[in-house]
C-alpha cells in the first residue's frame, strides 16, 4: 500500500522586505545577506495574518468538496501557535467546513513539527486506507529588528493532504532519526520572538544532518547515487549546502553534481520567503518539484527535517506517476508575482503593530489583506476570523 503527499500548497503573505535594502539599513554589506546567508526577500505578515490564517490560505488552494467530506484528522504543526490551549486545528478545520467526525490537534517540536505530522498521518492512513489527513506547516518566523536572526525571518505555511494512493510522493518506510536535548533555539512561552544561540544551532543542524544520514545508510545499505536530490530544511539557503557538503565526497562526480544542481532548485521559493520553521523543508520540495524540468517518476527524493531542540529525521520518498499535474506551479507564481514590496521602516513598522494583549478589542481593516481568510479582530482575548 503506498501512503504519501496526494496534495501540496503553499501561502505566503502578500507583503516582502528587499534584503539588499534591509542590509543597507542594518549598516551590513549586502552580499552578506544574499550571498552569505543566502536569502533575497522575506515575507512579512500584516496584522491580518497568524498562524492559523496562514495555514488556513495554503489549505484552500489545494482541498475539494471529496477532501471536506474525507479528512478525518487534521495535524497543525507549528511555533508559533496562537493559544497555549486550543489547537490550531480545530480554527482550520471550522474555517474550511471539514466535516466534523475528524480529529484535530497541533503538534510542537520546533520546526519537525509538519515533518513528525506526516508521518503520524502515514500511520492513521495505513490503519484507515479510506482516511485523508491534512497536515499544516505554518509559522511566522521572528527573532526581533535589528537582531543577528533577522536576516532569518519569514511567514507562510504549507498544506499537504496525505492518502493511499498519493498524486505526488510516496513515502517509503525508510527514515531515520534522532533526538537529543540541546539548546540551540527556542522561544520561552512569555517571549513574542525566539532566542538562539546561532552558531551553535549551525553547528546542531550538520551534526544532527551526518548523524541520521550515517545511521539511515546502515540501516539500509543506502549511498548518495540512491537519490536524485536531497531537500533540507532550510531555515536560510546557506544553511542546507553546508550540511550537503559534510557528506558530499562519498558519491561519485555524478552524484555531486546532481545534488548540487536540484538543490539549487529547492532553494528557489525559500529564497524569496525566509525561514517559516515547520513548513521550509516542505517549500523546499515543493520549489524543487515546480521548477526542475529532470525529474521522473520513480526518482528517489531524501528530506532531511531539523526541529531545534533538537530532533532530526532524515526519509525517503518516492516521485509518482503525473506528480506535476498534481501540482500548482502557476499559481504559486502568480502570488509570488503579486506580492508587494514594503519598505524597512514599513516593515518595522508591521512589525511592531501586534494584537493586544490586555483584553481589548480592536477592529482591522481587512480589506487592506488580498487573502480569503483573515484576522478580523479582537474581543475579549478571541480572535475573531473572517
Ligand atoms: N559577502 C559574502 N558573505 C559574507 C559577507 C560578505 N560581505 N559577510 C559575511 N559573509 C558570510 C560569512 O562568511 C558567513 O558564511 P559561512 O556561514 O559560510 O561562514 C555568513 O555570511 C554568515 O555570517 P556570520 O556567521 O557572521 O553571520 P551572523 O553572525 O550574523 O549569524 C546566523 C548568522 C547564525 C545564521 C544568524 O542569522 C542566526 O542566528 N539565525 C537564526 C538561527 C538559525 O537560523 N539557525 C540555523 C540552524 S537552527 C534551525 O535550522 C532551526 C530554525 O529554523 C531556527
Known sequence: MKIGIDKIGFYAPHFFVDMEKLAETRGVDPAKYTIGIGQEKM?????????????????????????????????????????????????????????????????????????????????????????????????I?????????????????????????????ALENESSYLTADV???????????????????????????????????????????????????????????????EVLDEGSEADRERLLAHYQTSTVYNKIVGNIYTGSLYLSLLSLLELSDDLKAGDKIGLFSYGSGAVGEFFAATLQDGFKEALAAAEHGKMFAERKEVT??????????????????????????????CIEGMDYNKRIYL
Open 344 to 373: 524597512v521602516k514599513e516593515y518595522e513598522d508591521i512589525f511592531s503593530h501586534v494584537l493586544p494583549v490586555d483584553g481589548s478589542s480592536i477592529e482591522l481593516d481587512v480589506d487592506a489583506d488580498p487573502a480569503t481568510i
Open 183 to 245: 539548546m540551540d533555539f527556542w522561544r520561552p512561552i512569555y517571549s513574542e520572538t525566539a532566542f538562539v544561540d546561532g552558531k551553535y544551532s549551525n553547528e546542531q543542524y550538520i551534526s544532527f544532518f551526518v548523524n541520521v544520514w550515517e545511521d539511515f545508510k546502515v540501516k539500509y545499505g543506502a549511498t548518495l547515487a540512491d537519490f536524485e536530490a536531497i531537500c533540507f530544511h532550510l531555515p536560510y539557503t546557506k544553511m542546507g549546502i553546508k550540511a550537503l557538503r
Open 141 to 169: 518566523s521572528r527573532y526581533g529588528i535589528g537582531t543577528a536572526g533577522e536576516v532569518t525571518q519569514g511567514a507562510g505555511a504549507v498544506a499537504m493532504v496525505i492518502s493511499a494512493e498519493p498524486r505526488i510522493l
Open 43 to 139: 515575507a512579512v505578515a500584516p496584522i491580518t495574518q497568524d498562524a492559523v490564517t496562514l495555514a488556513a490560505n495554503a489549505a484552500l488552494r489545494i482541498i475539494d468538496e471529496e477532501d471536506l467530506a474525507k479528512i478525518d484528522l487534521v495535524i497543525f504543526g507549528t511555533e508559533s501557535g496562537i493559544d497555549n490551549s486550543k489547537s490550531g486545528a480545530v480554527y482550520v478545520h471550522d474555517l474550511l467546513g471539514i466535516q466534523e467526525h475528524a480529529r484535530c490537534i497541533e503538534l510542537k517540536q520546533a520546526c519537525y513539527g509538519a515533518t513528525a505530522g506526516i508521518q503520524l498521518a502515514k500511520g492513521h492512513v495505513a490503519l484507515n486506507p479510506e482516511s485523508r489527513v491534512l497536515v499544516l506547516g505554518s509559522d
